[in-house]
């Protein structure tokens, strides 16, 4: 019987193979080409309807989907708990069925492995999509374009981004906002309603994170510097006013309400630090070359093209006092904090001292070479920098007026700035480097390259906290760095040189004023800055709770974050190599990871444990779960690989791995972002060849699981539809299920054994079942009652199936000795037109090809072929191995056949 046979195929096999082998193979031909993957017997295998796939059912308890034109693996569909038996596709090809020993039926989507369509284009390449819960997308390219687009598909607009190459795109999941990062470190907010675009220095180098947190609170951003930082998801209070009249130098008041501005005439210009307008102006009697407004507000000292000081009254710009005039041009100036003396430096490397109250000349200090144009006095008034052209920066006692030391530095220094506490100096050079010295001690205690500013430094200004330095730069850039590590927290960039700026007392606002006469509003916008990695972070993901980040890194490990702190919470190490890429599920109970070392990486987020570990084919470039949970997409190279995320239970000692549920080709060009839309089906990918295509996602397990036999399900078959599926066990039943509703139709028949074979009639409204009871029914579809009964079968039947024209049924199974026959029936008439005579051993499968033509399939290896009006096979073949099903390819130029030694033999036969 055939439960027997199932139980000791193992056993037989060996026998089988001696028996079965000596008889060798007909016409001394072999199998051409053949199906390696399954572990245990193929027991059952099927073409696609339109010949795309095939599909193979195992003892090893998977179902598999292969490429019938590559024969390459696709797919490993895990879930049965015991033997799969049997597997049928869907005439529309969307389904596979399975039935297990474990008492199941599973149904499967099969997986569409070619692109729906394209969503657009960008010239040189796409670099990112993103998808919020309201179906609005979003893309990047190398065009520097950000385009938005409806759930439909449907363009809502384009907006041109200022500056470099996107690297990243990110919606909010509202839709209201989407934020886009590019290679020099900018993000561009922008309003999907209008378009309406907000900018900001985010990371010293490429942006390669960016990610909004689900409740919309926050924006995540990591880039190739290495630091994580954590952004309101609202946009930043950033503002540039209209240019103005030229600027050379400008001094912003200490209470920040207004800006002093000179541009190289006799013109002080007062301008509201808001929006910029002229509040008042300031007429002298020389060209104004320098300013410095005094700690107190009250005093503008003013450097003057006929070598005096002048001290104007900020309140109403009234000359309080004109100095005596300096031996030499004068080209900076400064005050000393209690208001005492006023300094200015030389164009003839002289420093030149005056009091403040009566104008005498308090001494002249020597040293510097070239113009002195960096000159100030440090907070406490207890000493005076300044510095010529020769890289040399000079700190004078005041009380003496003795050189206290002299600090080299590697370029000519252009701006200088003491902490409010006089602690520490900072001075910025020409190639826009930014050194932090002790000033009790001269030793350096900080640097910040010049490739941060990439420019001469303009000017530097602290915080009263002495956390955050302000740098400007003669290229417009400016920037705010962390006093601690000298990390750049943001920067900002003006359309032209950025002269000086001023933090604010709250030490977060700060102004900035640019060679055209533009002021720069802004303050602090990182609520909190990590140093993730010493040398880069290549990916960050956000929990879907919101509460925790995770950053790839170049040191190989998955970092935790907590977003309300940046506290750390764990580091995942495993990888061998840099780790690209990191997703977390939608969940926040699973993370993925994927390194250089062609792994992917699945993680239980709350204790670390590594759950599975996946070999790719090569570095992963990006990954995204569904929101479902049920899919894990990773694109590598210019393919995506669809994964079931679901751990192992038990979770063994190693962690295993997993085959691919789908494979994804259509780009010609490496896939640099991967997106779900949230239906959890439809994916979007941007790559490397310019296209943005949308995909479709089949589920990485089954879809259903039908339960109700009570024993091992035997068979299973579609309806001509795909509506139906009918289905036969050893518990003696034939059921019926809705495909659409998963569920259930009712119980047509019970037999008085294990049925075995069924199948519908070609106009779907019977079904034709056997089984071990030796019995033949046409059942109604609808009803089960039993239409008639076919004679002839002496023994259990194993298979049957009907001719695609309708009109006969073919069956065979069991026999005694050499009496193994297939028998043939007209359909509608009960006794048999014909024994087709030729298998000594028990028949495992009959089928008809398109063309009317029968295959079948002995235990024991041997394939017969029939034509319908003769009594002789035509084509035969004898495989030295058990076999145990057989199926036609969709032309008839090839029979699969399912064999005992976990292979899938494709023999070429004879055409229609």
């Not at 689900?214 to 240019?243: E, F, H």
């Not at 002195?372 to 510095?387: E, K, S």
């Not at 290229?475 to 990390?487: T, Y």
């Not at 032209?496 to 509003?521: E, I, Q, T, W």
Request: aromatic share 6%.
């Amino acid at each position: 019987m055939r439960l027997r046979s199932i139980r000791w195929g193992l056993v037989l096999a060996a026998l089988v193979w001696c028996v079965c082998g000596a008889r060798g193979v007909v016409h001394g031909q072999s199998p051409q080409a053949r199906l390696s993957g399954h572990t245990d017997p193929v027991y059952d295998v099927r073409f696609s309807p339109d010949g795309r796939w095939i599909v193979t059912g195992s003892f090893d308890n998977t179902v598999r989907l292969w490429d019938a034109r590559t024969l390459a693996p696709v797919r490993t569909m895990s879930g049965h708990t015991k033997l799969v038996l049997c597997v049928a596709v869907s005439p529309d090809g969307r389904w596979i069925a399975s039935g297990s020993m474990d008492r199941t039926i599973r149904l499967w989507e099969i997986p569409r492995d070619t692109p729906l369509g394209d969503l657009t284009m960008h010239a040189g390449g796409a670099r990112s999509v993103a998808v919020a819960a309201n179906g609005t997308v979003a893309t990047v390219g190398a065009d520097r374009k950000l385009r938005l687009f409806d759930g439909s598909g449907k363009p809502i607009r384009e907006v041109a981004l200022a500056g470099g190459v996107p690297t990243r795109v990110a919606l909010r999941s509202d839709g209201q906002y989407a934020a886009a990062g590019d290679d020099q470190g900018f993000i561009h907010l922008v309003k999907v309603a209008d378009g309406s675009a907000v900018r900001w220095g985010a990371q010293a180098g490429a942006v390669t994170g960016l990610r909004f947190t689900p409740n919309n609170a926050y924006l995540m951003t990591a880039g190739a510097d290495g630091t994580l930082k954590r952004w309101s998801s609202n946009p930043p209070a950033i503002a540039v006013t209209k240019g103005g009249s030229k600027a050379v130098s400008a001094a912003v008041h200490p209470q920040g309400g207004q800006v002093a501005v000179c541009g190289g005439d006799r013109v002080i210009r007062l301008l509201n630090r808001s929006d910029g307008k002229v509040v008042r102006t300031i007429e002298l009697p020389a060209n104004v070359v320098a300013l410095a407004i005094a700690s107190n507000g009250q005093t503008i000292a003013v450097a003057c093209a006929d070598r005096r000081v002048r001290l104007v009254q900020f309140s109403n710009g009234a000359v309080k006092r004109e100095l005596p005039a300096a031996a030499e041009d004068l080209v900076s100036v400064a005050i000393h904090p209690a208001g005492q003396f006023v300094a200015a430096g030389s164009s003839g490397g002289k420093v030149f001292l005056w009091k403040a109250g009566d104008g005498a000349a308090a001494g002249t200090l020597s040293g510097p070479q070239g113009p002195v144009r960096v000159i100030g006095y440090t907070p406490n008034g207890t000493y005076l920098y300044g510095a010529g052209t020769d890289k040399l920066l000079w700190v004078w006692k005041t009380a003496d007026r003795q050189p206290l030391r002299r600090l080299t530095l590697p370029q000519a220094v252009t701006a200088a700035e003491a902490t409010a506490d006089s602690a520490r100096l900072a001075v910025g050079t020409s190639d826009g480097a930014v050194h932090v010295f002790g000033i009790a001690d001269g030793q350096q205690v900080l640097s910040v390259g010049a490739s941060v500013a990439g420019a001469a430094i303009s000017g530097l200004n602290w915080s009263r906290d002495g956390r955050t330095l302000l740098a400007t730069a003669g290229n417009g850039r400016v920037l705010l760095i962390r006093a601690q590590d000298g990390r750049v927290q943001q920067f900002h960039r003006l359309p032209g040189a950025a002269v000086s700026g001023r933090l604010l007392n709250d030490n977060k606002s700060f102004v900035c004023v640019s060679a055209d006469g533009r002021l720069l509003n802004a303050g602090l916008l990182a609520s909190w800055v990590q140093v993730a990695d010493e040398q880069a972070v290549h990916d960050l993901a956000v929990s879907g709770n919101s509460a925790v980040v995770a950053t790839a890194g170049a040191d190989g490990a998955v970092k935790l974050w907590n977003v309300s702190n940046g506290a750390p919470v764990r580091a995942l190490r495993g990888h061998q190599g840099p780790v690209r890429v990191v997703a977390f599920r939608s969940d926040s109970q699973q993370l993925a990871s994927g390194g250089a070392d062609k792994t992917l990486r699945l993680w239980n987020a709350g204790n670390g444990q590594e759950q599975l570990r996946i070999g790719l084919a090569g570095e992963p470039l990006a990954a995204a779960y569904s929101p479902d949970r049920s899919k894990l997409v990773v694109a590598a190279g210019d393919r995506l690989y669809a994964f079931d995320p679901t751990p192992p239970n038990p979770q063994p000692a190693e962690p295993p791995g997993r085959d691919a549920a789908q494979v994804l080709a259509g780009h010609s060009g490496a896939v640099r972002g991967v997106a779900f839309a949230a239906d959890s089906s439809t994916a979007f990918t941007a790559s490397d060849d310019g296209s943005v295509k949308r995909w479709q996602i089949a589920s990485a397990g089954a879809v259903a699981t039908l339960s109700g036999h009570g024993g091992q399900v035997y068979c299973v078959a579609f309806s001509p539809d795909g509506g139906k599926l009918v289905s036969g066990s050893s518990d003696k039943t034939l059921r019926l299920w809705d495909v659409s509703a998963k569920k259930a139709v009712r119980t047509l028949a019970t037999f008085d054994g294990s049925v075995y074979a069924a199948c519908f009639t070609g106009d779907g409204k019977a079904v034709v079942a056997a089984g071990s009871d030796k019995t033949i029914r046409e059942l109604d579809a609808e009803n089960g009652s039993e239409r008639r009964r076919y004679e002839g079968a002496e023994h259990p039947v194993y298979t049957l199936d009907i001719s695609p024209d309708g009109k006969t049924l073919a069956a065979g199974g069991v026999g005694i000795g050499a009496q193994r026959p297939v028998l043939l029936w007209s359909l509608g008439n009960p006794q048999p037109r014909a024994r087709l005579l030729g298998h000594d051993d028990d028949v495992y499968r009959v089928a008809f090809d398109k063309a009317g033509r029968l295959l079948s399939l002995g235990y024991s290896g041997t394939l017969l072929l029939w034509r319908p009006s003769e009594s002789k096979p035509f084509f035969s073949r004898d495989l030295p191995v058990v076999t145990y099903a057989a199926a036609w390819s969709v032309d008839g130029r090839r029979v699969a056949v399912a064999a005992n030694d976990g292979v899938v033999y494709l023999l070429d036969v004879p055409g229609p």
